[in-house]
């Protein structure tokens, strides 16, 4: 039986990573429909997904964006695009090193009694901030999550934590995530594409951060 799952992943400018995200997880799930969205890049990514599409069969497509609206927001045009239950996102430099995961990560969100998402869960303060008490959010560089709850909730914006406010408003309205070990199986690099050309936040991010620090 198939997996009620989708998944996808954004690109921006780094086709040696995605290369390496996109083969590593079709190798293991490769029945699992996969969209790449472009983040209006301008080298050779469109060309090396075209092909990546090509090669990999019907099961893998892409969304190709005239600009880079950042992270955040093409992740949410990924969830509007995609039709599955769940939505399992992973960032562009990830590699998947075994399956077995997406499995036991939707039986996971179904034990809760309002559940929404599965992954590495973290805590964090108003700003994005790791933090001892405040909202629990899921890595977004390999998560899986409930479509239907996504759809309920704000959406993924640009920020450092594209996807603060959308789990802010799942805790406010009583959603759960599940914490589960998937780096285990996906090895996230860290920084891969913001290493190269920044998030693109400027005094926002500076500000943020100024203010955690003062607690405000």
């Not at 989708?6 to 029945?31: C, G, I, K, M, W």
């Not at 809760?112 to 108003?126: C, E, F, I, P, S």
């Amino acid at each position: 039986m198939s997996l009620p799952v989708a998944a996808a992943v954004v690109n921006f400018q780094t086709p040696d990573l995605l290369e390496v995200a996109v083969r590593s997880f079709h190798a293991v799930y490769p029945a699992v429909p996969t969209l790449i969205v472009d983040n209006g890049s301008q080298d050779e990514s469109p060309a090396l997904i075209k092909d990546l599409c090509e090669e990999l069969g019907p099961t893998v497509h892409a969304r190709y964006l005239p600009e880079n609206i950042y992270h955040g927001p093409a992740m949410h045009v990924a969830l509007q695009e995609l039709t599955a239950p769940y939505v399992y996102i992973f960032d562009s430099d990830t590699e998947t090193r075994k399956g077995g995961f997406l499995e036991p990560m939707s039986n996971a969100i179904e034990a809760l009694n309002q559940g929404y998402g599965a992954g590495q869960a973290v805590t964090v303060d108003k700003r994005g901030f790791a933090a001892p008490k405040g909202v629990p959010v899921l890595a977004s560089y390999h998560m899986l999550l409930k479509q239907s709850v996504y759809q309920q909730l704000k959406p993924f914006i640009h920020h450092g934590l594209p996807a603060l406010n959308n789990f802010k408003d799942a805790f406010e309205q009583g959603y759960q995530v599940a914490s589960f070990p998937i780096a285990d199986y996906v090895h996230h690099l860290g920084r891969g594409t913001a290493a190269r050309y920044g998030y693109g936040l400027g005094w926002r991010s500076r500000l943020d951060y100024l203010l955690h620090r003062l607690g405000l």
